[in-house]
């Protein structure tokens, strides 16, 4: 059964840094496109970031860094100089490796519950 834990979300000030942690339990996240997202009261899931072909969404570019460790099952969203907009809840999400990893939420089918970042100004 495949199981995705977020943490390490917090209230910070802008320009704040924080590492979201995803532990992954019941596959290899090798094995697995990831990727998280985020969403805002009143808007849309996004994407973020989305590992495979790593790619970013352009709000985060150079503020955000996707990283994982195989040998903790974990997959890392280090985000730095963060903005009142990046506020919202980040979720880690996964699916099987067939061939092409995608960025968008509908490719994904198994998520974590959330964690909650908060950037005052």
């Known amino acids: 059964q495949v199981q995705l834990v977020e943490s390490g979300g917090y209230s910070v000030q802008a320009g704040g840094s924080l590492r979201l942690s995803c532990a992954a339990s019941g596959y290899t996240i090798s094995n697995y496109c990831m990727g998280w997202f985020r969403e805002a009261p009143g808007k849309e899931r996004e994407g973020v970031a989305t590992i495979g072909a790593t790619t970013y969404a352009d709000s985060v570019k150079g503020r955000f860094t996707l990283s994982q460790d195989n040998a903790k099952n974990t997959l890392y969203l280090e985000m730095s100089n963060l903005k009142p907009e990046d506020t919202g809840t980040y979720y880690c999400?996964?699916?099987?490796?067939?061939?092409?990893?995608?960025?968008?939420?509908?490719?994904?089918?198994?998520w974590g519950q959330g964690t909650q970042v908060t950037v005052s100004s």
């Open positions: 999400a996964a699916e099987p490796r067939a061939s092409e990893c995608y960025s968008g939420s509908w490719f994904y089918n198994h």
